[in-house]
């Protein structure tokens, strides 16, 4: 970060109270989400669905040409190859066992389709239950984190394509990318316990998996590739990309851990397989050598079977 007199490469400390002050009111508003969910005493409570999603777009997956869609509302569509559609196949469950409410643009708590929105629509539906075996949460990349500039990732993808100006530290104090410093397991944990609390309630079997997400660049590395019209086009400068998807990535591992959930290593799962490899299992901008119309960035129907297969061998072993 260079401009506002920061060191090269340093960047300065956020104040904790500014961080509990954000992580309060994410409470309070998850909490008037829920405060309405409360079912009435009948006489026949839901039993339950045996699979619940709950997610983004990494989960309903999606199409290039969703992105033409200028309301920006897709109806919360699932493609029919998405890990939930696979998964479900695989496990043999009819359609009305399963509810799926994941949608483009859901978020944890800032747009959309929210975690607290996604549970509501999952109790009124009577998905959350006795029965309720399995719930997986795919959170928290459209999200955006921190204070000082709240930005989430879904709207720093000009800075990732801008070759002139890169996308490194700087970035971040220009407005132009979240700062992964916010990004901590604490912080993540805090803004879903309210909902993992809640299914717990309703759902006391059930068992909450929070899905990472896909490796959609090399851990550790500085720069990024995506492929546009069969070609890969590499940003050498994008750390702040980089280093937010390695801090969400360790948040949601971290927080599975605080909160005592099962977490899907997806990153591990997907290892070698990113954009612009050999064998990539993520879709590029109109690649030929992927899905012509898949969603970009996100998986194929190779990488979503991936997810699917993993997901089917826990829940077959529990």
């Known amino acids: 970060m260079f401009p506002g007199g920061s060191i090269r490469g340093v960047r300065p400390v956020k104040s904790s109270t500014r961080m509990r002050v954000l992580a309060a009111s994410v409470a309070c508003g998850t909490a008037a989400v829920l405060a309405t969910l409360s079912p009435q005493a009948t006489a026949e409570e839901p039993t339950g669905k045996t699979l619940v999603v709950i997610g983004d777009s990494f989960s309903a997956n999606g199409q290039i040409l969703d992105l033409l869609n200028s309301s920006g509302d897709t109806g919360c569509k699932h493609v029919s190859t998405s890990w939930p559609t696979q998964l479900t196949q695989r496990l043999a469950l009819p359609p009305d066992d399963v509810e799926d409410t994941s949608c483009q ?5 800032t747009s959309g389709w ?3 929105h996604q549970v509501k629509r999952a109790m009124s539906d009577g998905a959350l239950g006795p029965r309720t075996h399995t719930v997986t949460i795919q959170l928290g990349m459209n999200d955006a984190w921190g204070l000082d500039t709240p930005i989430p990732l879904s709207r720093a993808f000009p800075c990732l394509t801008d070759l002139l100006n890169g996308c490194g530290p700087e970035a971040i104090d220009q407005g132009r990318a979240p700062d992964p410093e ?12 309210q909902a993992v609390d809640y299914i717990r309630y309703y759902a006391p079997n059930a068992h909450i998996t929070l899905i990472g997400y896909p490796e959609l660049h090399t851990p550790g590395q500085t720069t990024a590739c995506a492929t546009i019209l069969g070609l890969n086009i590499t940003q050498p400068r994008a750390s702040a990309i980089t280093e937010y998807l390695d801090h969400l990535d360790t948040a949601q591992r971290q927080a599975a851990t605080l909160l005592n959930l099962d977490f899907l290593d997806t990153r591990a799962l997907t290892t070698g397989h990113g954009p612009c490899t050999p064998t990539p299992w993520l879709d590029g901008a109109l690649d030929p050598h992927t899905e012509l119309l898949g969603f970009p960035w ?3 129907a190779q990488g979503d079977s991936v997810v699917a297969t993993a997901m089917q061998q826990r ?3 529990r």
């Open 298 to 300: 996100h998986p194929s």
């Open 114 to 116: 929210t975690l607290a």
């Open 315 to 317: 829940i077959t072993q």
């Open 182 to 193: 916010t990004i901590t397991a604490q912080t993540y944990a805090t803004r879903i316990r």
């Open 105 to 109: 643009g859901g978020s944890i708590d």
